[in-house]
C-alpha cells in the first residue's frame, strides 16, 4: 500500500523559510516521479513542483514560486523535500505531496498524502 506523510508545515512571518518533508512508502521511491500541490484556503488545487525520477532530475516549478522554493528527493531515504524561502502569504495552503504514475513528472498522479498545513502570516 502506498503511503505519503508530509510533515514540517506550520506558522511562519512573511519572508521565513519552511522545509516540507515526505516520507513515502509502500513503492519503489527512486522510480517515480513526485510533486508538490497545494490548496489555499476557499480555493482549488494548484500544482506547485515536480521531480522526475529513475535519476532524470527533471524539475518544474509554478512560475509563482520559481527562485523561492526548491524541489529535491532522497533515494536512500524514501523522502521528498520541498525547501520554501521567502515565504510570502499567498503561499498559505495545506500542501500535498503526490506520486506520479511514472517516472515524467507530465503523467498524472496517482496517490496523495493528507497534507501539512503552511501559514505565512505577522
Known amino acids: 500500500e502506498v503511503q505519503l506523510v508530509e510533515s514540517g508545515g506550520g506558522l511562519v512571518q512573511p519572508g521565513g523559510s519552511l522545509r516540507l518533508s515526505c516520507a513515502a512508502s509502500g513503492f519503489t521511491f527512486s522510480t517515480y516521479a513526485m510533486s508538490w500541490v497545494r490548496q489555499a484556503p476557499g480555493k482549488g488545487l494548484e500544482w506547485v513542483s515536480a521531480i522526475s525520477g529513475g535519476g532524470g532530475g527533471s524539475i518544474s516549478y509554478i512560475d509563482s514560486v520559481k527562485g523561492r522554493f526548491t524541489i529535491s528527493r532522497d533515494n536512500a531515504k524514501n523522502t521528498l523535500y520541498l525547501q520554501m524561502n521567502s515565504l510570502k502569504p499567498e503561499d498559505t495552503a495545506v500542501y500535498y505531496c503526490?506520486?506520479?504514475?511514472?517516472?515524467?513528472?507530465?503523467?498524472?498522479?496517482?496517490?496523495w498524502g493528507k497534507g501539512t498545513l503552511v501559514t505565512v502570516s505577522s
Open positions: 503526490t506520486k506520479v504514475s511514472s517516472n515524467s513528472w507530465s503523467a498524472g498522479m496517482d496517490s
